[in-house]
């Protein structure tokens, strides 16, 4: 089976100056992972998911904290700014994308597709045709075109 | 007269690369390292065993034994379990923070390389300051000073002190003697100047000091039992050095054995331990070496110790002072490590013309160390420091390192010239 036969062709995009805010209430309205950023002539420019959107309450030496986390409980100052948290607004798509996007040709095989995000440990993949979004491919997709099929 | 200025040339061209810092410091010294040893064995001046010769293993022994016990330790959490042990103890005051923060990374620099201690204690100053909502920058910059300050109180505190302990043959004991009483004076004075320079920082009050009490060191720590064994052989290595006169073992040997005697007691995967070994800071040292090595075999040396040995004699004081101040200028531009290889050499030819090089090395030592404070470049915990304090919100800037690390490194060359000057 083709990728083209499951993934989801209706594609929610956003543009690379798409505020933050904007990106949260589409993600809570539609329930989905991520979002393709594109360009007018939907060139995936790179993706949004809903941990980036966290990123912007972390501190960004997040990364080097390693074991120390484990022994924090109180965060202190850093659970106080929330309410002051950096102007929201501020924030852009192309501010959180991530631009070393994992995605897939729409005429790959499925089974590629599930070591893809085997390797990566993801859970999505824009799908794309002649460098252009097409659709977009999940793990419950492949898990439905792989396991739905067989009766019990 | 042609091996002078063909080993001139390639020396000269290496350390221009290396300066400039266009190409990878590694890959410079490697291409100089066999361009030498083509030239020499063309010109007849330095064959490749020589070249072989020429490799100070004792150094990297010495370094290797360390950087493979240190690879063990790291991954245990026991340096995130020290740091937060010693920022409670600051009890939440900023100045105190800084201050234990400031020795706690000096004295690990001493024994373990500064790179892995600034790597693992600065993350904890970072966050303690965030908790607090106070500026993380007067315990960070003191931490990264501190390092490469503390690192120069020891024999194995820092490479250029490695360098030196080979080619002198002074053991343990003698740098501690010789260095660590300078060096203890050094950092506390450089605690006061640094007091006064984030003096509006420092008077910040911090908030959630009650969050910083709470956090319990114990769930950082990975591997206990791990723990106990790397600072079992630590122990081992640190009692070898102490005992080195009696028992002439080379610090290499001393090293290694430790190194054995971690992987005997852990029994980690070494394909995981042997890939944290910084093989590149290696074969950069391994390079110079046969550089170096390269520019003696051709005369050059001795020709400049000839010289410089002239000026020495003139006036021990201004022989010492010399040395000190060429290394502390010079140490920063190069590198501290190119320039000890460079002038170990140096020195030892001028004992030959009867000049007293004692001193000289402890010179050499304290100014190539103190000097890799003048600019953030100029030593790795300066360059990774600023690159961790890059994700925080006061970033490390060139212009605020002048204002405290050139300050602090021509203040402790100044305290230096003034113990020569009196004794």
Partial sequence: MKIKDCMAKNVITINASTGIKRIYDIFKEHGIGILPVVDKEKKLLGIVTRRLLMNVFLPEYVDILDGLLFAINDLGALEEEFDQAPA????????????DVVYIEQDASLIKAAMLMQKYKIHNLPVIKNEKIVGLITLSDICEALFGGQEQ | MTP????????LSTFYFILTEKIN???????????MVIVGNFFGFYSQDQAIESLDFNTLGLLMGMMIIVSVLKTTGFFSYLAIKTAKLAKGNPWRLMVVMGLVTAFLSMIVDNVTTIVLVVPVTIIMADIMAISPLPSLMTGILLSNIGGIGTMIGDPPNMIIASASGYTFNMFLAKLFPIVLLIMIISLFILRLIFKKDLSRKPRNVKAIMTIDENLALKEVKVVKKCLLSLAVVLILFFLQERLLFSPAFVALLGAGLTFLLVQPDPDKILKEVEWSTLLFFASIFVIVGGVQNSGLISLLASKVSVLAQLNATVGKLTVLWTSAILSPIFGALPFTVSAAPLLKSMAAHGVNIEPLWWMLALGAGLGSNAIPIASAAGVIGMAISKRTRTPITFKSWVATGSIIAVVSVFIVSLFVWMF
């Fill in chain 1, 88 to 99: 929201l607004e501020l924030f852009l798509a192309e501010d959180l994308m991530i631009k």
């Fill in chain 2, 25 to 35: 410091r590694t890959i410079v010294s490697f291409v100089g390292a066999v361009t």
């Fill in chain 2, 4 to 11: 002078l200025i063909v080993s001139a040339v390639v020396f």
